[in-house]
Each structure stands twice: as structure tokens, then as C-alpha cells.
């Protein structure tokens, strides 16, 4: 009976099996020609001082319009470029976009905010308006990584410290000696390091001692339970006192209800993104908000869709 239930099974998943490698066999081969072409796009997603709205600077986040699949979400292409190894290039050309965007706002907010006190802690005169760039696992550990940095950053005379770099603990995890040597020489640089998602996983709080990073982004599923349970809210609290006490700088992701930014406000996390603020949006858009809003305040938004370039 085993036997046969076992045949029928295969039977039965057989066809999408094989239905789901032809797919990604697909999806392989047009995202080849889409890393060759660089036919891709960024978004931009603010990154806001949450009792205030002040603006802080930008999460870039990647979109693959696909001629009959429309904008890809990078959930679906991100996995097979890292297999595959076409992060590399496709991640140094993110690089590249963001950090031509972060001195285009450079520019404005500068125009804008002349003789404006920085709100920065003090690192210059003005605010800088930072970007915040998402690195995978194995670009992380592609060894002309730490060069890519450099290069994009003398190419576009880039402030080091307004370019932020989010690892996910799948970096931090091996306690590989080369990835320490690179994160030292990136802080160095005056680059800043966060870890992306924090919670999920296996995530330490230990890391913060191990590894030179400032700053330690909350991941979405805390921030969803923070109304709904006082443990979750005494979680998401100690995990900021924590960080905070170490120096660190807290960013709460997913915020898409005003309760949920009130409760954050009140147990002193420092910054947020989220709906709630404002959706990813294309780098004219993200310049139009930053002339706009002369004080660098984003006004809660909730709703509407995500605007692509
Ligand atoms: P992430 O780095 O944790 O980025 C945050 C994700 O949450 C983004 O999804 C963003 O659009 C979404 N988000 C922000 N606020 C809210 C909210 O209030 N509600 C909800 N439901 N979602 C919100 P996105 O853009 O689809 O990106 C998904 C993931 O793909 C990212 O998660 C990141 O891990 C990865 N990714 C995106 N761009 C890149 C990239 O250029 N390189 C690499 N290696 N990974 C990237
Ligand atoms: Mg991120
Ligand atoms: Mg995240
Ligand atoms: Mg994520």
C-alpha cells in the first residue's frame, strides 16, 4: 500500500515538478539576457525618524519588469541569481544606480536645506540623506566585493558613511574570517553595516558584539504582532534597548498602522519604514518627495500603489 501511494504520489507531482523546472529553467535563461542588458529597476523606499517623519534616507530595492510577466518581485528572481551567481553582477549594478541617486539627493537636499542643521548627530552641517543597499550572502562573499564598494564610491564621490550595507544573518552565521576582514575594511571606510530582517532566523544579538555594525533593522513579522500582544511588545522593546545601549541604530520595517508607529514611538525606536510612511518609489519621485517636503518630513501615507519609475 506504501508502495503505491508512493506511485501515485510521484505521479501526481511528477508533472509540476518538472512543469516548475521549465519554468525556472525560463526564468534562468531571460534573466541572463536581463543582467546583460541591465534591464532592471530601483526603488526607493524612505527610511523616516519615527516620532517626527523626518526623512533619513532610502532603502534601494530592485524590480525586473519582464515583457510577460510584469515587474518580478525580487522574491522570485533574487534566490535564482544567487544560485546561479548572476548577483554579482547584478547587485554591483545596484550598487551603482543607488549610489548615483544618493548624490543626485545630496545635491537636492543640500539646495534645499541650505543652512539647515544637520539632524545627523552632528557628522556635517547639513543632513545627509543616506542609501540603503541590500547585499546577498554570495556577493557578500564574492572576493571582488569589498573593490566594487570602493570603485562605486570613488566613481560617484560618495560620502562612505551615506552608504548603508544590509547583510541578512546568512553572512554573519559561518563565522568566516574573510567576511570579518571584509566587514572591518568596509567600516574602515566609513560604510555602515545593518543586519536585514532581524529576528527571523537565527539572529543574535551576539552579532552586534562580533561584527562591526551599526545599525540593526526589525523585521516586518515583529512589528505586525506589536498591537496584539505584550509579549511581543516587550520583545520588540528589549531588542531595542538592547541595541540601542550598544550603540546600535534601530530601524522597525513593515509599519503599516499609526498604532503600530505610536507604540514604537513610545518604547523609543528610533526609525522606521513601512506603508504607513510612504511604498518604494522611482528615484524621480524619491527627488520630488525630498524637494517637496522642505523640512524632510514624510507625511504619513497609507495606501496607494507602489509608483515605478
Ligand atoms: P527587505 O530588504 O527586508 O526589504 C523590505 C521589503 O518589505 C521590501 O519588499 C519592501 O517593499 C517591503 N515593505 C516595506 N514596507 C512594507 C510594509 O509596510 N508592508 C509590507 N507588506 N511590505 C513592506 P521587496 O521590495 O519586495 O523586497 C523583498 C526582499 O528582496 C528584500 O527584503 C530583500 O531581501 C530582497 N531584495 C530587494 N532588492 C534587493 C537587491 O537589490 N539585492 C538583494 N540582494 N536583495 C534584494
Ligand atoms: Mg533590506
Ligand atoms: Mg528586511
Ligand atoms: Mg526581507
Not at 6 to 14: A, I, L, S, V
Not at 227 to 247: D, F, M, N
Request: net charge negative; aromatic share 6%; charged share 25%.
Amino acid at each position: 500500500a506504501a508502495k503505491g501511494a508512493g506511485k501515485r504520489q510521484w505521479r501526481r507531482f511528477h508533472p509540476v515538478l518538472q512543469a516548475g523546472m521549465i519554468e525556472r529553467h525560463e526564468l534562468q535563461a531571460s534573466l541572463d539576457s536581463a543582467v546583460a542588458e541591465s534591464s532592471f529597476q530601483v526603488l526607493y523606499q524612505p527610511i523616516v525618524e519615527i516620532a517626527s517623519g523626518a526623512l533619513e534616507g532610502f532603502e534601494a530595492l530592485v524590480r525586473w519588469p519582464h515583457h510577460t510577466r510584469g515587474l518580478v518581485p525580487p522574491e522570485q528572481f533574487i534566490t535564482l541569481a544567487e544560485e546561479s551567481g548572476q548577483i554579482v553582477p547584478l547587485g554591483a549594478w545596484v550598487l551603482g544606480h543607488a549610489a548615483a541617486e544618493a548624490s543626485r539627493w545630496q545635491q537636492t537636499a543640500s539646495e534645499c536645506l541650505d543652512g539647515h542643521d544637520g539632524l545627523d548627530g552632528g557628522a556635517g552641517p547639513r543632513k545627509q540623506l543616506y542609501v540603503s543597499v541590500n547585499v546577498s550572502a554570495r556577493q557578500f562573499r564574492d572576493p571582488g566585493f569589498v573593490d566594487v564598494v570602493r570603485q562605486t564610491l570613488d566613481g560617484h564621490s560618495m560620502e562612505p558613511s551615506s552608504l548603508i550595507l544590509e547583510l541578512t544573518e546568512s553572512v554573519l552565521m559561518r563565522r568566516d574570517e574573510r567576511v570579518r576582514t571584509d566587514m572591518m575594511t568596509l567600516s574602515d571606510l566609513g560604510v555602515r553595516l545593518a543586519i536585514d530582517d532581524f529576528g527571523t532566523g537565527y539572529s543574535s544579538l551576539s552579532y552586534l558584539r562580533e561584527f562591526p555594525i551599526t545599525i540593526l533593522k526589525i523585521d516586518k513579522s515583529f512589528i505586525d504582532g506589536l498591537g496584539k500582544s505584550s509579549q511581543q511588545y516587550a520583545l520588540v522593546e528589549g531588542i531595542t534597548r538592547i541595541a540601542e545601549t550598544l550603540g546600535v541604530r534601530v530601524i522597525a520595517e513593515g509599519i503599516e498602522s499609526a498604532r503600530q508607529r505610536d507604540l514604537l514611538a513610545v518604547m523609543g525606536c528610533p526609525l522606521g519604514q513601512g506603508y504607513l510612511f510612504a511604498r518604494p518609489m522611482g528615484a524621480d519621485q524619491a527627488e520630488s518627495l525630498i524637494r517637496a517636503s522642505k523640512d524632510l518630513t514624510v507625511r504619513p501615507s497609507a495606501g496607494g500603489a507602489e509608483t515605478p519609475p
